[in-house]
């Protein structure tokens, strides 16, 4: 028996578990003269679909998969302005004006999904409650009072503070008031509704592969047909399309979420986050009667590079530690990807283009971000750029901010593609591969991703993924490959989990 399967909770998102399964029809002809087609069903593909089809654009959403089913279905879903340490960062590297927008930006958003919950009447489970980002060891405290103090500058109602709700003491915290946390598919599933209402067309199990920049656009599908439209927006969570080299500048990180049942007495009564012990995020939702539902996330590390199961063991172990007697219901993980200077992708794809616009590099704070997204790109395609647009323009490159991450992360990067085909196998052969567990084994000279399970079959694939060549690596505890590359990740037959890849690693004959 896999040992994941000894990690307690059902292995399942909260929020999938809680919402029923959509079931937009797939593209199945080509579609002709729509205003925008947005590639990708998340948070920032919806909004950004709904505030086009507001603005008076015809839209077409076209999804690989489910809407709101894949990162955005596994978020955390705290909806703040209040990104861990983001505003001293902004201040530091490009002034105070910089760190003003990005909150003003931020605010916006946040503000955006109360006024669209109560206009549209959507039952969501929106609550407003403060964020913390807090630190445990005086060791962090110079960092903790830089933030407050950025994040006041920057004109948030933002301050230090030593007394939280939390069970346990810490050093000091910045505190954020009026933020929120929500259900994310509850609301996404009904802005969907309303927007096929407008007009808005969706498209599921619709994987974009192609894409012509052309005038009009051409964008592709899977399955052989086209959609043609004025410009594009690629909202993939990590771009599907890369024209402008942008996976030199996104790091994926992944992380683990365990999801627990506590009294409602116990409720810390906010959303709070601090950057030691690997990461530790907290926040409820309503429950059962007289219960809430504690929401803890961390243990963060590249996809494909650690002991998946040992770092969910550890934050159970930390959960039923700070909150003792806390019963964990759920565990699922997410993903996002981080820029090199910290602040996200979104605008005009690439210098040469005034068509197609991406969104990417959320750095884990996709709620608000995704639903800024929405607003800014419906602006800058109806002609309305706001002052924030080149904060957040994908064209900006900053040498001096940045070189040190990129190299960094390009030399990670290289040590994966060329170190990963050399490295011998943890297992000799195929038949050393217990049921259950995957492996990359050597077959006639080449490297093969093969997983045996519980009947004792072999599901062989190639190992390189089909994004750009690096060797995958097996994922124990949610029983996938995964590339540490650029965080792509695969079934056991092959199949995209989740890009930047859109092509399925291919079957391997051990024959």
């Not at 500058?153 to 301050?159: F, I």
Request: proline content about 5%.
């Amino acid at each position: 028996m896999a040992e994941s399967r000894m990690l307690p909770g059902t292995d399942e998102s909260y929020w999938m578990d809680t919402t029923s399964a959509t079931a937009y029809p797939a593209l199945t002809a080509d579609l002709a003269d729509v205003d925008v087609v947005v590639v990708g069903g998340g948070i920032a593909g919806l909004c950004t679909a709904w505030e086009l089809t507001e603005a008076g654009r015809t839209v077409a959403l076209v999804e690989a998969d489910r809407i709101a089913a894949g990162v955005t279905g596994y978020t955390t879903a705290k909806l703040s302005v209040l990104h861990t340490l983001i505003y001293d960062k902004v201040r530091t590297s490009s002034g105070p004006d910089a760190a003003r927008l990005y909150a003003e930006s931020q605010r916006l958003a946040v503000r955006r999904v109360a006024e669209l919950t109560a206009r549209l009447g959507i039952d969501c489970d929106l609550e407003r409650v403060p964020a913390f980002t807090y630190a445990e060891s005086p060791d962090g405290l110079d960092r903790i009072r830089a933030e407050a103090d950025a994040a006041a500058e920057a004109g948030l109602a933002a301050s230090f503070v030593t007394e939280t709700g939390l069970p346990f003491p810490v050093a000091g915290a910045v505190r954020v008031e009026d933020q929120a946390q929500f259900h994310p598919r509850k609301y996404l599933l009904a802005l969907a509704e309303d927007l096929t209402r407008r007009g808005g067309r969706i498209f599921e199990r619709t994987r974009a592969t192609g894409l012509d920049e052309g005038d009009p656009c051409t964008v592709t599908t899977e399955g052989g047909h086209t959609i043609t439209a004025r410009q594009v927006v690629v909202a993939t969570h990590y771009p599907v399309f890369d024209r402008a080299l942008l996976f030199a500048r996104l790091e994926p990180r992944r992380e683990l979420v365990v999801a627990a049942a506590i009294p409602a007495d116990r409720d810390p009564g906010g959303v709070y986050l601090t950057t030691e012990q690997n990461t530790r995020s907290v926040r409820t939702a309503p429950y059962r009667d007289g219960q809430r539902l504690l929401i803890v996330t961390g243990e963060h590390f590249t996809p494909g590079t650690s002991d998946v199961t040992g770092h969910w063991r550890k934050l159970a172990e930390w959960t039923g530690q700070r909150f003792p007697g806390a019963q964990i219901a759920y565990r699922w993980a997410t993903q996002d990807n981080t820029t090199t200077d910290q602040v996200p992708f979104i605008g005009r794809f690439h210098p040469g283009t005034d068509r197609v616009y991406v969104a990417t590099g959320f750095g884990g704070w996709g709620m608000s971000t995704g639903v800024l997204t929405g607003q800014l790109l419906a602006a800058c395609l109806t002609g309305a750029e706001p002052p924030w647009a080149g904060l957040y323009d994908p064209r900006r490159l900053h040498p001096a901010r940045e070189a040190g991450s990129m190299l960094k992360l390009q030399a990670k990067v290289a040590g994966h593609f060329v170190g990963d085909r050399v490295r011998p196998s943890r297992v000799d052969s195929v038949e050393d591969i217990a049921p259950g567990t995957g492996a990359v084994v050597r077959v006639r000279g080449r490297q093969c991703a093969a997983y045996r399970d519980d009947t004792g079959r072999i599901h062989a694939v190639s190992a390189r993924c089909t994004h750009l060549g690096c060797i995958v690596h097996f994922n124990d505890a949610e029983t996938a490959w995964e590339c540490p590359c650029h965080g792509s990740r695969f079934g056991i037959d092959g199949a995209v989990v989740q890009g930047p890849a859109n092509k399925p690693l291919e079957p391997r004959d051990l024959a």
